[in-house]
């Protein structure tokens, strides 16, 4: 059973639009929610995190939005770049313990 | 800063065939971690080890070993490669918090013909 989900699969946008790409999660407990950046050929990266006690977490161009009731976040990329294409993974840990990845998202911008 | 080293980069495998997989890192981190992707499943832990000599067994550790005998090093066997089996294994390292950063290398690409 997939823990931590994500959709939508890929994702393609132009420039200087907003992506959104959204993640789901099945255990309550879960209090870390960090998203990591993969380019190919590259491992992923962390990108940015948010804790459960947060409802937003913005840096930059990139804001989680966070609804621990839903149990549901996303990450919004605003004014996307055409560098921003990578695939995006949706992560979730409970106290310190290890990752759970979801199947990430695949965003291609297009100029 | 650091780096994970992973060897091979790519590894291609005959069936049944028992391969070993290395991965370095110079972060001096406690924790060591070895993820399995595959396209559309995302990152699968098989092995994670909190501290050297320690070993902590991952969703998907069933066919796969691994060693920690230094604080530097985590290795990975597949103990009896799978006939068509694509992959890429990730190694990844962390400081033990609550909130922990994985530092990923940029993974081995397995085939098996």
């Known amino acids: 059973q997939q823990q931590v989900r994500q959709s939508p699969q890929s994702l393609t946008v132009w420039e200087g639009e907003t992506a959104i790409l959204n993640c789901s999660y099945e255990n309550s407990a879960f209090d870390y929610f960090p998203w990591y950046q993969q380019f190919p050929g590259e491992g992923p990266a962390l990108l940015i995190s948010i804790l459960s006690v947060s409802d937003k977490k913005e840096d930059g161009r990139f804001t989680i939005f966070f609804n621990k009731r839903e149990k549901k976040l996303s990450l919004h990329i605003a004014d996307s770049q055409p560098g921003d294409s990578a695939t995006y993974f949706c992560a979730a840990s409970q106290g310190g313990r290890a990752l759970i990845f979801g199947t990430g998202t695949t965003v291609s911008v297009s100029p | 800063g650091g780096i994970i080293t992973q060897t091979p980069k790519f590894l291609i495998g005959q069936e049944g065939q028992k391969l070993t997989l290395k991965c370095q890192q110079n972060f001096n981190h406690d924790t060591m971690y070895w993820y399995r992707q595959d396209s559309g499943k995302g990152l699968r832990l098989i092995y994670y080890?909190?501290?050297?000599?320690?070993?902590q067994k991952g969703d998907l550790s069933e066919g796969y070993d691994a060693s920690r005998e230094k604080k530097s090093s985590f290795s990975l066997t597949v103990t009896s490669a799978q006939k068509n089996e694509m992959a890429v294994f990730l190694c990844a390292s962390s400081i033990p918090k609550s909130q922990n950063t994985l530092y990923f290398g940029a993974g081995t690409r397995l085939s098996v013909l």
């Open positions: 080890s909190i501290t050297e000599n320690d070993l």
